[in-house]
Every structure is written in structure tokens, then in C-alpha cells.
T-cell receptor, first 114, second 113 residues
Framework: AQKVTQAQTEISVVEKEDVTLDCVYE???????LFWYKQPPSGELVFLIR??????QNEISGRYSWNFQKSTSSFNFTITASQVVDSAVYFC???????????FGKGTRLSVIA | DGGITQSPKYLFRKEGQNVTLSCEQN?????MYWYRQDPGQGLRLIYY???????QKGDIAEGYSVSREKKESFPLTVTSAQKNPTAFYLC????????????FGPGTRLTVL
């Protein structure tokens, strides 16, 4: 069965600090897909990234970067030089492909303090 | 603008009443989903539909019902059988298969009085 664990329930950082959000997943499939979503206070989830299991290259998008390591079943998300606008709940999710819906972790609430 | 709309944003219900949450999308997506979000619980899947006139139960379908008569619409009914319906409900849509990104609506916050 597939499972996503986000062990950090809440994180607080001061503006301009770097912060890493952890995501550990479990799956028996060799083909799977990992996602990160952001949920700002407005409530609507915003898609950030999707990564498939065959692509272990790290990705950088502006201040955001993602570290995918199959050896440790982790897909961690780092925000560099955090800003107040980064304050949100961040969800990691997993899909085993086909028509299997996403399975979400419980989320990490990030608070960036000015 | 393409997107997903959910209405109403806030909904209050008396115990024992059924209530229907609306979800409409104009993204031409075949797949639609309903999630429930409780504090500290993440998103839990209630129902999903990959195509019109077909839908499947998710992890917590008891006390809920859905219909998918049109591609654009996927309403969720919270019945009186749902023991603890107070929650934030999110609707999403995607292009199948399931590993494609989902697009989310703004959500409906349901409170049972």
C-alpha cells in the first residue's frame, strides 16, 4: 500500500532563512509519481512539482528546490531565503500511476516570520 | 479563465439534514475528485470519477454520495449518515490517468450546527 509521511507538523523560521520540508514515501511499485502542493491561507491547493520515479535529478525553480532520493524513499523540498509569502501548508503526495488517485501526506505548516 | 469553482464558500447545516456541495470545472478534464480536510489530517479522498456516469469510492465514502451526469460537474452530497461532517471540502480535476497533476477549487467549509 502506498503511504506518504511528513513528519514535521509545523515549522517556524525567520525571514531569509533556508528551510527544508521532509517527505518520506512508501510504495511497492517501481513506477510512481511524487508531487508537492502549496496551500496558502485562502485554502486552494497550488501545484508545485511532479517527479516520476525514473528521474532522480534534483530540480531548482527560483528559490525552490527538490531533492529526490530513491535510496531513502525521500522527496524533500527546500525553500531558500524564505519570505513571508511562503507561509502556507505544504503537502507531499504520491501516485502509483494508472488511474490510482493521489495519496497525500498530512502536510507541514510553514510560518515565516518577518 | 479556466478553473474550478466551488460553491458556497461557507455552508451551515443543521444536524440530520442533507446538503449538496457544488463543483464545476471548465478545464475539459475527464477526472474529478472530492477530498475532505480536517486539521492535522491532510487530504482524504471521498469519491472520484474518471469519466461521466462513473465514479469510485475513496477512503472515506461512508455518509457521502456523488453523481457525474456531466463532464463539467461533480456535486457531493453530505448525508445525515455522515457522523462528523464539519470539515473543509476540496474538489479537484485532472486529465487522466491519475498521475497527472490535479487542479483544485477554492474549497467549501461546512459547519454542522
Amino acid at each position: 500500500a502506498q503511504k506518504v509521511t511528513q513528519a514535521q507538523t509545523e515549522i517556524s523560521v525567520v525571514e531569509k532563512e533556508d528551510v527544508t520540508l521532509d517527505c518520506v514515501y512508501e510504495t511497492r511499485d517501481t513506477t510512481y509519481y511524487l508531487f508537492w502542493y502549496k496551500q496558502p491561507p485562502s485554502g486552494e491547493l497550488v501545484f508545485l512539482i511532479r517527479r516520476n520515479s525514473f528521474d532522480e535529478q534534483n530540480e531548482i525553480s527560483g528559490r525552490y528546490s527538490w531533492n529526490f532520493q530513491k535510496s531513502t524513499s525521500s522527496f524533500n523540498f527546500t525553500i531558500t531565503a524564505s519570505q513571508v509569502v511562503d507561509s502556507a501548508v505544504y503537502f507531499c503526495a504520491l501516485s502509483e500511476g494508472g488511474n490510482t488517485p493521489l495519496v497525500f501526506g498530512k502536510g507541514t505548516r510553514l510560518s515565516v516570520i518577518a | 479563465d479556466g478553473g474550478i469553482t466551488q460553491s458556497p464558500k461557507y455552508l451551515f447545516r443543521k444536524e440530520g439534514q442533507n446538503v449538496t456541495l457544488s463543483c464545476e470545472q471548465n478545464l475539459n478534464h475527464d477526472a474529478m475528485y472530492w477530498y475532505r480536510q480536517d486539521p492535522g489530517q491532510g487530504l482524504r479522498l471521498i469519491y472520484y470519477s474518471q469519466i461521466v456516469n462513473d465514479f469510485q469510492k475513496g477512503d472515506i465514502a461512508e455518509g457521502y454520495s456523488v453523481s457525474r451526469e456531466k463532464k463539467e460537474s461533480f456535486p457531493l452530497t453530505v448525508t445525515s449518515a455522515q457522523k462528523n461532517p464539519t470539515a473543509f471540502y476540496l474538489c479537484a480535476s485532472s486529465i487522466p490517468p491519475g498521475y497527472n497533476e490535479q487542479f483544485f477549487g477554492p474549497g467549501t467549509r461546512l459547519t454542522v450546527l
